[in-house]
């Protein structure tokens, strides 16, 4: 079995042939969602990427247009994520906390699939709805190994048990570090009143020493249309 070398992976790519991060990159997640649930109204308007040195890469380049936001959907549970650009089509499964409190990722045996936090936002309605997912396993990529290589205008569509599909547009990309993690940034809204959608896996490098990686993908979108 074999792991990533740290020597050999940039800091924006997820570490290739890495084992399955079990609670590792989630429990970064755990406090994203703390700050999410009770201090997002707090973030300020306008804020698109961290202008610290915590991140590794990010953001929209400046001369990137992207369309209008849509108007928000109502509630409905997703039921499969599409990423074009990726060749993503995978179906998902809603998760709430764990037991030290972090969200579940999806289960070990279904890498392709992705976890959507069922206690937050439904994707396509008012706010930011958090979606996880794998970056590896033992053996093989899964279903967030190439995340980290989506650009800013790409597309992302959620299938709904609506009969709707909420469409997004990549509007940010972000490695952020474990150290200085900046919680609000990642997970609160980035305009009030938006339909929001993040994607998180894991990002940077392998560390070897302490069985975890280093880093927190997170892919920031938002509502740009509909389909049925």
Known sequence: MSEPDARDTEARTAAPGGRLVTGIAWMVLLLGLWLWGREATDVREGVSRPA???????????????????TPLGEARPQRLEIPGLGIAAPVL??????????????????????????????????????????????????????????????????????????????????????????????????TGRAELRLITCGGTFDRTTDRYTANVVVSAYLTGTGP
Request: avoid cysteine.
């Open 94 to 191: 809603a998760r709430g906390l764990d037991t030290k409190g972090a969200i579940e990722p999806p289960p070990f045996d279904r890498p392709g699939a992705v976890g959507w936090y069922e206690a937050g936002v439904a994707p396509g309605a008012a706010g930011t709805a958090l979606m996880v997912g794998h970056v590896d396993t033992e053996t093989q990529p899964a279903v967030f190994y190439r995340l980290s290589s989506l650009e800013p205008g790409q597309t992302i569509r959620v299938l709904r048990d609506d009969a709707r599909t909420a469409e997004f547009t990549v509007d940010d990309i972000q490695v952020l570090t474990r150290d200085g993690f900046d919680a609000q940034q990642a997970y609160g809204p980035r305009d």
């Open 52 to 70: 610290t040195g915590d991140m590794a890469a990010a953001g929209r380049p400046p001369d990137v247009p992207l369309p209008a936001a849509h």
